[in-house]
């Protein structure tokens, strides 16, 4: 009888153990699937949040994790800056940062989006210009699209030794930067920059244009400075080819250009409406009432319809051209000095009922 109840003692301590056990063992496995829970969310759970359809994040060239992790909080990209740090140290991202623009889209996990920086997947930033009369406005314009330094790009546009090589002067530089839309990655450096400029520049001169250049004896430089000159002087497209004409009648006997806008470029004064004596006088390179043939660099940066006026300009007898006295903008052509002498008293007189005096 007591080695029955012994026995049966021993059953239920057998018993209570195995029930603790299983106790523990559930709650081993709770603890666990709840950890396993919560690094799965880490990893996987969405950590980009906000009703945009995409964030944009610029990763500087040089940068760390911590300058990366802070662009994206203090953005308000991501909202548990501790998840993605551990994330990031399991997928080794400090060692793999990649620079440049990136889309980031709402509902990315850490691991989404480390993966994304990862990969160095950048969006190129579209870049549009049209017209920059001097140099220093350009880099600056530049300089706020990307991220290179405007003192960088300067530097190598007034680098004489660096545009010898492509047969380019600081002058001249300008001419390469033909406005248009073009497409870079953020993180672009100056001298990329240029290399894709100076690629952009000699796809647009191809061969037929090239020969048409030739045909008027010009250079690619020539004609882009003299479609500079034509940009300025003229917004009436209809016009263009046939002012064109006249600047290439002048040149090919010799004759000086005689054009206002560059005198308003070697006085520094584009707001200039009225030509005077003392702007014709002044001392410069540019001004073409001084000075034989084209000036040594490009007045602005003339758009493709400019240049392409200078290919095909017109052929004809004028040699002088004047504003029209109604101020619309378009021009009288004159053949003879005396017809046009005839046609600027017009317009003189026009500024002066206008009380136009400088």
Not at 63 to 89: C, G, P
Not at 274 to 282: G, I, S, Y
Not at 335 to 350: G, V, Y
Request: charged fraction near 25%; hydrophobic fraction near 35%; include cysteine.
């Amino acid at each position: 009888m007591a080695k029955q109840k012994k026995k049966q003692q021993k059953k239920k301590g057998g018993r209570a153990i195995r029930y603790a056990i299983v106790i523990v063992v559930l709650i081993l496995l709770a603890v666990g699937a709840r950890e396993a829970w919560r690094y799965y969310h880490m990893i996987y759970g969405e950590n980009v949040y906000g009703d945009k359809d995409k964030y944009v994040l610029y990763i500087p060239t040089g940068a760390d994790f911590e300058t990366v992790r802070d662009s994206l909080h203090q953005n308000s990209i991501i909202q548990d800056t501790a998840s993605f740090r551990w994330v990031a140290n399991q997928m080794n991202y400090s060692k793999n940062i990649q620079p440049g623009r990136y889309y980031i889209k709402p509902g990315m996990s850490n691991r989404a989006l480390l993966k994304l920086l990862r990969s160095g997947a950048k969006k190129p930033v579209k870049v549009t210009w049209q017209k920059f009369r001097l140099k220093e406005n350009y880099v600056s314009y530049i300089s706020d699209k990307l991220e290179l330094d405007s003192a960088s790009l300067m530097a190598l546009l007034q680098d004489d030794v660096f545009l010898r090589q492509y047969g380019l002067t600081p002058e001249n530089v300008m001419v390469i930067f033909i406005p248009d839309t073009y497409e870079f990655y953020w993180n672009t450096s100056a001298s990329d920059f240029f290399d894709r400029m100076w690629k952009e520049y000699n796809k647009f001169w191809m061969d037929q244009r090239k020969r048409k250049a030739e045909q008027h004896n010009l250079t690619p430089v020539e004609a882009t400075i003299l479609a500079s000159i034509l940009e300025e002087e003229t917004q009436v497209e209809k016009e263009m080819s046939k002012i064109a004409g006249v600047y290439l009648n002048r040149l090919h006997n010799n004759w000086k250009l005689q054009a206002d806008p560059t005198v308003k470029y070697a006085v520094g004064d584009f707001s200039i409406r009225r030509v005077l004596d003392k702007h014709v006088n002044t001392e410069s390179p540019y001004n073409t009432y001084r000075n034989q043939g084209i000036p040594p660099g490009p007045i602005c940066t003339p758009p493709i319809n400019a240049i392409e006026s200078v290919l095909n300009a017109e052929e004809h007898d004028y040699y002088y051209f004047c504003a029209k006295p109604d101020m619309s903008g378009e021009h009288v052509f004159a053949k003879t000095h005396r017809q046009h002498i005839r046609n600027a008293r017009a317009f003189q007189r026009a500024l002066n009922e206008r009380n136009i005096y400088q």
